[in-house]
């Protein structure tokens, strides 16, 4: 099925004018036609939208330059075009300069030259639409681009080849702590006014030094210490001359605690032989991780990854303790009550593939004595 014919409108009081336009363009077009502008406006909001709206420029009740103004109110994309004679150039003239009428056609007019300035209306309608099109196009994955960098972990500013801000990520404004919108303006004030010089001099140090990828720095900003990694990369045209810069901004402050954290988890799972003194002390090491995590005053996507990822290690443990606990204490502990403490222990589990042997032992130990119902009454880990 071809895509539909583009829509004009024929406003004229004169009938024989209406069907003459009406033979004109009906092979190429789908031909509206009314001898009242009040009508005209009418069928423009029931069957809109229109790409050409043609009108005479003396009517009864409304003149052409002012039924097209209110057409261009209404759909301001409708290119509107109006027949004249030369008495009425000087109106016409200035509804052009407004912007109102894209273009006006005197009478008597060739039906070769109407039927011309016709498709270049029609043109130039199709071509201001695609553009519209583009820019909703453009802006929508403008928001899904700032949306997805919002998420992440690492800040950005895009910055011009003039070290003017063109964008800011979420984090990267979060990070620095800057007030309002920092677009439009030179990187080097912005960072100057928020006592954060120190960044700028690190940012124009790897500018120079293309052997270094990256510099950390501490950072003081409201009341909250920190310390960032800091990397540029240039933004260049196909021709190779950069156009600007994106500085990467990725808060670092808990990256000793998250090795920290990897080694205890580390710890539990080479646990060879009795495992519960070590999950009693892994359970210590990371409580007292979640203190000093809790005291960088920190908010930022890899602070809150390993606080959650702590919490749920926390639980996976618990929950293993607490299981063999019950098969030890308890004569006829709840079995199925017991399996569902092991699956969320495995989903909160930070390596699912790497399980303690001794772990698994205990997994064995709950299923035989679900099905069995005998309980060994020992404890497993």
């Given at each position: 099925?071809?895509?539909?014919?583009?829509?004009?409108?024929?406003?004229?009081?004169?009938?024989?004018?209406?069907?003459?336009?009406?033979?004109?363009?009906?092979?190429?077009?789908?031909?509206?036609?009314?001898?009242?502008?009040?009508?005209?406006?009418?069928l423009?909001?029931?069957?809109?939208?229109?790409?050409?709206?043609?009108?005479?420029?003396?009517m009864?009740?409304?003149?052409?330059?002012d039924?097209?103004?209110?057409?261009w109110?209404?759909?301001?994309?409708?290119?509107?075009?109006?027949?004249t004679?030369?008495?009425?150039?000087?109106?016409?003239?200035?509804?052009?300069?407004?912007?109102?009428?894209?273009?006006?056609i005197?009478?008597?007019?060739?039906?070769?030259?109407?039927?011309?300035?016709?498709?270049?209306?029609?043109?130039?309608?199709?071509l201001?639409?695609?553009?519209?099109?583009?820019?909703?196009?453009?802006?929508?994955?403008?928001?899904?681009?700032e949306?997805?960098?919002?998420?992440?972990?690492?800040?950005?500013?895009?910055?011009?080849?003039?070290?003017?801000?063109?964008?800011?990520?979420?984090?990267?404004?979060?990070?620095?702590?800057?007030?309002?919108?920092?677009?439009?303006?030179?990187?080097?004030?912005?960072?100057?006014?928020?006592?954060?010089?120190?960044?700028?001099?690190?940012?124009?140090?790897?500018?120079?030094?293309?052997?270094?990828?990256?510099?950390?720095?501490?950072?003081?900003?409201?009341?909250?210490?920190?310390?960032?990694?800091?990397?540029?990369?240039?933004?260049?045209?196909?021709?190779?001359?950069?156009?600007?810069?994106?500085?990467?901004?990725?808060?670092?402050?808990h990256?000793?605690?998250?090795?920290?954290?990897?080694?205890?988890?580390?710890?539990?799972?080479?646990?060879?032989?009795d495992?519960?003194?070590?999950?009693?002390?892994?359970?210590?090491?990371?409580?007292?991780?979640?203190?000093?995590?809790?005291?960088?005053?920190?908010?930022?996507?890899?602070?809150?990854?390993?606080?959650?990822?702590?919490?749920?290690?926390?639980?996976?443990?618990?929950?293993?303790?607490?299981?063999?606990?019950?098969?030890?204490?308890?004569?006829?502990?709840?079995?199925?009550?017991?399996?569902?403490?092991?699956?969320?222990?495995?989903?909160?589990?930070?390596?699912?593939?790497r399980?303690?042997?001794?772990?698994?032992?205990?997994?064995?130990?709950?299923e035989?004595?679900?099905?069995?119902?005998?309980?060994?009454?020992?404890?497993v880990?």
């Open positions: 099925m071809g895509s539909p014919r583009p829509r004009i409108l024929v406003v004229d009081d004169e009938e024989a004018i209406l069907e003459t336009m009406t033979f004109t363009f009906e092979d190429d077009y789908e031909i509206h036609t009314s001898s009242d502008a009040r009508r005209a406006l009418e423009l909001d029931e069957h809109a939208p229109f790409a050409v709206v043609l009108t005479d420029q003396r009864p009740n409304m003149s052409g330059v039924f097209l103004k209110e057409v109110q209404r759909y301001p994309a409708t290119v509107c075009m109006i027949l004679g030369f008495a009425d150039v000087e109106a016409i003239i200035e509804a052009i300069n407004h912007g109102h009428v894209y273009a006006y005197t009478k008597p007019w060739e039906p070769d030259q109407l039927k011309q300035v016709m498709k270049q209306a029609v043109n130039h309608y199709e201001s639409v695609d553009n519209d099109r583009l820019l909703v196009d453009l802006k929508r994955a403008t928001v899904f681009l949306a997805m960098m919002d998420q992440l972990d690492t800040g950005a500013l895009a910055v011009d080849g003039d070290g003017v801000i063109r964008a800011a990520s979420r984090p990267a404004r979060d990070y620095l702590a800057l007030e309002g919108d920092p677009r439009g303006k030179p990187l080097s004030a912005v960072l100057s006014a928020h006592g954060l010089g120190g960044i700028g001099e690190t940012i124009e140090r790897l500018a120079v030094d293309e052997a270094t990828s990256f510099e950390e720095v501490d950072v003081t900003v409201a009341d909250r210490s920190y310390r960032l990694r800091v990397a540029l990369h240039n933004l260049a045209e196909p021709s190779g001359d950069n156009f600007g810069r994106v500085v990467l901004l990725r808060e670092i402050s990256e000793p605690l998250r090795r920290r954290f990897e080694q205890v988890v580390a710890q539990v799972v080479d646990a060879a032989d495992l519960r003194p070590v999950l009693g002390e892994a359970r210590q090491d990371l409580k007292s991780l979640g203190d000093e995590l809790a005291g960088l005053y920190v908010d930022s996507p890899g602070v809150g990854e390993l606080e959650e990822r702590l919490g749920q290690t926390l639980t996976a443990i618990d929950n293993w303790l607490d299981v063999d606990d019950a098969l030890t204490r308890e004569n006829y502990p709840d079995a199925q009550v017991l399996q569902d403490r092991l699956r969320v222990a495995l989903s909160r589990w930070p390596l699912p593939d399980v303690p042997e001794r772990v698994r032992a205990l997994a064995r130990a709950v035989d004595y679900y099905e069995s119902g005998e309980n060994p009454g020992r404890p880990l």
